[in-house]
């Protein structure tokens, strides 16, 4: 079984460490972060091995994850550089640095990218992942085995796909979110107890999500059979239309490749 280290043991870091905690021995799970509360919180919930320091373990690392804010990251890989494992591989699950800019940052060290999401938290996650042609098949299994503890795994057949999977899954949470909170408010608006508002926009969505998942219907179709000839959601359907719900989501997914554009020129 491979050794694999997150430098970094925020949300991110913690999904992926903890789903993988079931499917490994933890003790070959390693962490760092500054924050020892964090590490404390890891290694009681998930028996991980926690370090507040770098050191002589780095160097036994099979697979490095990456799971820094993008902003922290070229500051946080250079005391890395000199320990890193000549057999071993990186990981980054950073949005907007390309694989060509950190392995710069890394000496040379081969990096694969993933684009996690927050519902991995709970084993829900929908994660693209990308490796360039270099990369050693047991480094592809090994990345392969730690995103897939925490859901499903999308392989992308470049890097730009990685893009693409942080606009719509890896931002999406947030999107459904939103929606969520709009659903919510409409019904406190109309004297529902904010529990029951609560329940009530919760419900909608989590059986909307397992109905089309488990029925494997287009959504057209799920949207079609609630939806009666002259009936109350034909009504609610024609406000969100006239709106152009589609045009909305289209522009809100290309805000965010924008931005991700943007953080990439960044880094360069
Ligand atoms: N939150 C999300 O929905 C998603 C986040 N990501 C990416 O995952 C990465 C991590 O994001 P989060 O977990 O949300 O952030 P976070 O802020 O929860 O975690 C980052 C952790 O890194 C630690 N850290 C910073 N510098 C360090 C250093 N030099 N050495 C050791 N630890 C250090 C911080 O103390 C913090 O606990 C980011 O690069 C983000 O782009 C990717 C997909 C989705
Ligand atoms: O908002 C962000 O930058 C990160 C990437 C995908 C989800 N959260």
Known sequence: MFEVGFLGGGNMARALAGGLA???????????????????KLAADFGVTVH?????????????????KPQGMKAALEPVVSLLNPKGAALSIAAGIEAQVLRGWLGGYPVMRAMPNTPAMVGCGTTGFWAPADIS??????????LAAAGDVVEMDD??????????????????????????????????????????????????????????????RLRENVTSKGGTTAKALEVMNARDIDEMMDEAVEAALKRTAEMKALFR
């Open 159 to 220: 890097e730009a796909g990685i893009d693409l999977v942080g606009a719509i899954p890896g931002s999406g949470p947030a999107y459904v979110f939103r929606f969520m909170e709009a659903l919510e408010r409409a019904g406190t608006r109309r004297g529902l107890s904010p529990e029951a508002a609560k329940a009530l926009a919760l419900g909608t969505v989590y059986g909307a999500a397992v109905l089309a998942r488990e029925s494997g219907e287009p959504f057209s």
């Open 137 to 146: 098949s047991d480094a592809v299994a090994q990345a392969k085995t730690v």
């Open 52 to 68: 507040e320091a770098l050191g002589e373990w780095v160097t036994k690392l099979d697979l490095i994850v990456l799971a820094v």
């Open 22 to 40: 079931k499917k490994m021995p933890p003790e070959k799970i390693h962490v760092i972060d500054r924050h020892p509360e964090k590490l404390e």
